[in-house]
Structures are given as C-alpha cells and as structure tokens.
C-alpha cells in the first residue's frame, strides 16, 4: 500500500476536457435507468448521480439488481440476450448509451472488476496487465513497461510479483489474483472503475487487502463498489446506495445512511428484518 | 475461489486409525463393502473388454505383418506383378500428403464455424449449424467420395491427390467445427466477460483470450480428426484413386496407404497379402502415434 502511495509516477486517471475533474461534477449522472431481461423488468427506474473520485457503495439483498446496475454503466447487458435498458447515463456528461458511442472507447473509460478473480489463463502476469493496452495498439515498449510497473503499484501488488512477471497469472494466491484483476483494469487507465462484489469469494486478510486498496484508490478514481456485505461497505464507501427489488430506496453517506436512515426499508435491511 | 470447509462430510477414516470393531459390527458396512467390490470388478471387466481389441489387433498385425516390415517396404516403390519384394513408400508419403491437405482446408472451416456456432449468430442459426455438422458426422465416407468424384474429378478429367484430399477434409469440417465448440464451450465467460470490459473488440477476445485459452483443445480436436481420416479408404477410391508410382504432382492419382492396403489384400499373391498387413501395421502405428501426440497436449494442458 505504502509503495503506491509514495510512489512519483502514479497516474491522474484522465478527465473529459472542460469539466472541473475534482469532486464537483459527479461521475454518472443516471436518469430514469431501467433494464428488462426478456419482459421482467429488473431496474424501475434508478435516477442517481454517482460522485466522482470517491466511493460509492451498491448495498442491497440478493436480487436486487446491484450487478444489473453496473453493467449498465458498461454497457456490458448488451452482450446478454434479451437484454433492453431505457434511460439516460452520463459520464462526466457524455451521454454513453448514445448511438454515435463505441462501447468499446466507453469500456476503455469505465473499468470492471468482478466477483471471481478472473486472470486470463494463458497470458503471464505481465501479459494479463498489459493485453488492454497492447490490444488497443500500444507498442512502445517503454510505455508499456511504465504502465505495468505504475498498475501493479497501484493494485498494490507489484513488490510481491516484480521478480516474477513472466510467471503465469493463475499461480498467484486468490487476492493476488484479484489485485491482478484490478492493476489489468487499471493499465488502461479508466476514470470509473466498477468491482462488482469484488471480497465475496476472498478469505478475511485477502478482504482486508482489497478494502484498504478500495480506499486507497478512491482517492483517484471513482469507485463504484456493489457488495451484499454491509460491513465491507461501512469500511469502504464514502457514500452508500441501498438497492431493493429493482428501486433505489436510499442514497447518502454512508455513515448517515447507516447510523441514521431515513427510509424505514433502509433500517429494517440493516438490522437484519429481511435479505 | 477459497476453498470452503465442508463440516458436514464426515471425514473418511482410513482403516487402520478408525475404530475398526464399530464399523465392521454393522451389517450394512459388510453389504456395502460386497456391492463396491462387484462393482470395482464389473468395471475393470469392462475396461479390459475395451483395451483387449485394440492388443489383439497388434498381435494379429505383428505377427502377420511384421516379418514383411523391411526398410525396403518404407523406402521402395511397389514392384511390378510378379515380382516379389518393393515397398509403399509412396503410399506412406501419399497418406500423408492427404492427410496434411485436408487438414488444411478442414481446420480453418471448422473452428472458424466452430466459432461461428458459440460466439455470434443467434440462437436458431446457431443450431442449425449444429444440426447440420452433426448430420454431416453421420454422412457415410463414400458419399464424400461421389459427391468429390462429381465435382472434381470429372471436372478435372483426372483422378487427383487434390479431390482426396478435399474428400478426407469434407469429413474432418464436422469433426473439428464439433470438437472446436465443445472447447470453446468450456471456456467459462468470465473471461469473455473480463475482456469486453476491458474495451477489447470481439473479435479481439475470441483470438486473444478464448481462442487461446482452448488452444490445446482445439488442436487435440484437429489431430483427432486428422487419426480419423487417415484410415478412410471409401472416399479415396474414386478421389485419389491410388498409384504405383511417386505422384509428381497434387493434380495426379496419388498413392495412400489403405488403398494400396486394400488393393493388395484383395489380390491373388500371397507376397501381396504379406505386405498389406505390414501396411496395415504402418497405418495403426501413425494413428497410434498421432494419439499419443493427443494425450501428451491433453496433458500439457494442466501443467
């Protein structure tokens, strides 16, 4: 943790031109978000603005459309058949479900980190940071080799691989694995980076690996953090969302939101009523 | 990923550390300790039913074949009627150069479809295309042979190494498309699902990371089919056609190993018949040894 935040070369993730990229103007605007799988609707309406580099916490129970609402901000439902989504998504003002946007450019602005640890298997540790970038054309060599050393520092993960870059991906523990995962999505430097219950399958001291790393890194980007586990966004998120069957319940800081909610849904999920 | 504990499995305790007298008291232990063994002696029958064909047929090759397996019969061209001695050299470079060409033209078609069939389409395309390789799978080898004889052959006014190789790789098309998707299958989307959300294109993806990660499947699959066609005699016999002689080039009859195999097993010399068998033994030891190059990539795959 130490090394990345000391470390010189740590990169300012890019801004849109123009707009003031410090915690005024909000990461996503959302308007109006809802997403049908086939004819069930899974989101009714989500209407949030998600503020820029801080963290925001997804709570909510199984089902509640926590993951659905992240891969909106991707455009990753696109991929799933049946899939439709209505509503308008900003980020820093570009309105991204336009029909003009490459998904593709999005995708290299919003990053996503998942629930499984997800290394590719056939590409070495080194490969696995750096095919974002190769693959969107980079070929300086010196580039490369910069942005590699800068992504693991910053996933927190370079003092334990240095020596061994060229060792396959899928050797290294499952929260190596996972800070991989992030220094991947962090190569290419995004302005958002989604991590989709990114603790869930990682033992205590992994998690508490992750989490410091969460707030290290939301200190430069912004966050968004869906998790079933209340404590993970107590410890991680500046603000929190509560998410209930599709709807948006809640929104606030999270100490706020969890000493003193304000909706009665809100206390009945946090003292354990239901979920 | 981290491995849970499962408490409520009860440990199984090897003989020696359990309290033997406990177990061994209930009936049930002895009636589910016969069924296991009855069951543990049914398989390895049945494991031996399977492996003893394939002894036997060694056995049988070696001992009627094996005599006949000179370095003559590798490097010599076939002597005339009459003469005793000569070789299948050329039927044995012929088997190759077939096999080699129609796995060129099969591989691309196939994993390209095998793609096609996983990754784009939608669904009922996707399983017409299934349908259709599976249909194709079951289509007998002779009918590669006309279909071929129709189209080129008589076309070309010439029996060719180039019409057997494309009657071999109409029969290898469905085998790889097949074994390609099942592989790919295997392939769990969360490394799709990793690359598309690092901004790489489709296409990228399924080169790059699917692509590469059932690589070795994907090449067990060609090598496989490749095994396979290079027994088949149906397709060859009006395709390729055979050839006493070195073929000089693809557009002239050429030489494979089971056609020569069946012409001199089907003939009146007994010279002939010894040779067949040894051709016989050549054929089984290159599909022998293409499977074990099978098994040793299968292996490679979780090292």
Known sequence: ?275 | MSPQPNPSHPKPHSQKEASNEERADSRHFWIRKVVDRFFQILSILAAIVVISPLLLVFVFLLSSGGSSLTWDFLTQLPKPVGETGGGMANAIVGSCILVSLATLVSTPVGVLGGICVCEYGDARLRAAIRFTADVLNGVPSIIWGIVVYSWVVLRMKTFSGLAGGLALSFIMIPLILRTTEDVIRLVPSAYREAGLALGLRRGQVILHIILATARRGVLTGVLLAAARVAGETAPLLFTAFGNRVWAAHLQEPMAALPLQIFTYAISPYPDWHRQAWAGALVLLALVFFMSIVVRALAKGKSQ
């Not at chain 1, 123009?18 to 915690?23: E, F, L, S, T, V």
């Not at chain 1, 499984?116 to 490369?144: C, D, H, W």
């Not at chain 1, 870059?165 to 995962?181: N, V, W």
Request: aromatic share 6%.
């Open chain 1, 1 to 275: 943790m130490s090394a990345s935040a000391s470390d010189p070369k740590r990169a300012v993730p890019a801004s849109s031109e123009g707009a003031d990229p410090q915690k005024q103007s909000p990461a996503f605007q959302i308007e109006d978000l809802h997403v049908w799988f086939g004819s069930r609707a899974v989101l009714h309406g989500i209407s949030l603005n998600i503020p820029s580099h801080q963290v925001t916490g997804i709570i909510g129970p199984s089902g509640c459309g926590k993951s659905t609402f992240l891969r909106a901000l991707n455009r990753m439902h696109e991929f799933t058949p049946g899939a439709r989504v209505q509503g308008r998504i900003r980020l820093f003002g570009d309105d991204i479900y336009e029909s003009s946007g490459d998904p593709i450019l999005l995708r290299r602005r919003v990053g996503m980190v998942f629930q499984k640890s997800n290394p590719f298997p056939t590409m070495s540790i080194q490969e696995n940071v750096l095919i974002g970038l190769r693959l969107a054309g980079t070929r300086n060599r010196e580039l490369l080799e910069e942005r590699l050393e800068e992504a693991l520092r910053m996933a927190a993960l370079w003092s334990e691989v240095k020596d061994r870059l060229h060792a396959p991906g899928t050797e290294l523990s499952g929260g190596q694995q996972q800070r991989l995962c992030i220094a991947r999505a962090l190569a290419v430097r995004p302005e958002v980076l989604l991590m989709d219950e990114p603790c869930s399958a990682l033992d205590p001291i992994a998690t508490a690996q992750i989490e410091s790393l969460i707030r290290d890194l939301g200190q430069r980007y912004s966050i968004v953090l869906a998790t079933h586990n209340l404590q993970e966004a107590g410890r991680t998120a500046d603000r929190t969302a509560f998410f209930l069957e599709g709807r948006l319940i809640e929104f606030g800081s999270t100490k706020k939101l969890f000493t003193n909610p304000s909706q009665k849904q809100t206390e009945d999920y946090l003292t354990g009523r239901f979920g």
